[in-house]
């Protein structure tokens, strides 16, 4: 199954907005959904279907096919297109104070009736779905930025909702591509959320727990939109409610544009000081090539980190070598006096790439399988273990068809333990 096509810009696919009354709610719900589609598209590869975990050498290889293509770029004209967001605005003011009026005379018993509006979806279903895509094309000022809405869910803390706002690539310089949501992202944010304790997070509910006289420390980096780090922080307050421990979160990039819109995003999910909390969230710049030149480490990034984070960051033939530079220095070395039950870890989740396969394959050709590691007096990072992820393409997708199918891995590193 495939996702449903942009045709044609809304000022044609849109009932006329003189005549929406005369429309079946099927057809309105059709309008919206399409509408949806155009303005609030979701990232592609973000829903799991299964993992495959396995250690130390890694999984039997899985014949996946790939999407033949992404979206089309007359998709993203329209999208980028003012006038027809400026008209689509008008339209969908129209139809919320249509169904207001619908709403307004069922209630009174007037006129009309649910059964007179010609169609089994009820007005109230029109009207917030409506109202919720006013909000995101208002909002969205810019063409081609995308307003998106992620809800993660648990039965240990709930529901953790995260707003992020997709910006187009400055230039299309390729080194932006974090402006935008990737589907690693959105992975292992939900893997965050639903199993905490399995990435540090989550230590604060055991009855006999302790908390540190320190912070926990949690990085992330390239960290683009921020869904990942925002995520952790929205969990660790949820934990910190129960317990009263202190916790800092960094997100790092180093574009100018993505930083400027990553401070926005953390801005727009904590609209109060982030700094000032138990919890903490801020952004920083990092650059990865050059943090091993320089002296000291800016003050935000001295102290090494319990917990660290990267979602879709490999891309490029020396990322790996970076990032293993970046670890050396940032991630909080082996220690008998740490109060967090797990060792220090870096997550890493990175897609698989027909044209990327090198990139993807440096990860294994710079770090070291643990049990590779002769023994010695010192601690060495050393690849702990690697999962396959699967996802659907779309959410609409049958996880079956090779060009519906994403695959990830998604690693765990850390210092080795056998001196």
Known sequence: MRRMA?????????????????????????????????????????????????RNRGSSPIDVKWRCDDEDSDTQLIRSDTFERSYTIRWLIALVARMEDLLESIGNTQIESASTFHGPVHPEILMQQAASLLAICS?????????????????????????????????????????????????????????????????????????????????????GTGLVGLTAAKVLIAFSAKKDCRATVVATDFYPSVLDNLRANIDKNFPGDPS?????????????????????????????FDVIFGADIVYEADHAIWIKKCLERLLRRPSTSTACPLAATFHLVIPLRPTHTLEADSIGTT????????????????????????????RDGDGKRGCDVVEYLYYKIGWSRRG
């Not at 049990?371 to 996802?391: F, G, V, W």
């Open 276 to 304: 000032d909390g138990a919890v903490t969230i801020t952004s920083h710049f990092l650059d990865w090539s050059k943090l091993s030149a320089t002296p000291s480490a800016p003050e935000l990034l001295s102290e090494p």
């Open 139 to 223: 909002g969205a000022s810019a063409a081609g930025t995308v307003e998106r809405i992620f809800s993660f869910g648990s039965g240990e803390i709930g529901k953790i909702d995260v707003r992020v706002t997709d910006i187009p690539m400055e230039n299309q310089d390729y080194r932006s591509v974090g402006a935008q949501t990737w589907g690693g992202a959105c992975v292992l944010a939900e893997m965050i959320v639903q199993h905490p304790e399995q990435f540090g997070l989550g230590f604060l509910t055991g009855e006999n727990d302790t908390c540190s006289e320190r912070p926990l420390r949690v990085l992330e980096l390239g960290a």
């Open 367 to 394: 770090f070291r399988w643990t049990d590779d590691i002769p023994r010695n007096d010192y601690p060495e990072l050393a690849l702990l273990s690697k999962e396959t992820i699967l996802c659907e393409a779309y």
């Open 6 to 54: 942009i045709p044609q810009p809304p000022t044609s696919y849109l009932p006329p907005i003189a005549k929406i009354a005369s429309y079946t709610s099927t057809q309105l719900l059709d309008a919206l959904t399409y509408l949806k589609l155009l303005y609030n598209p979701e990232v592609r590869g973000s829903h799991r279907i299964r993992s495959n975990a396995a």
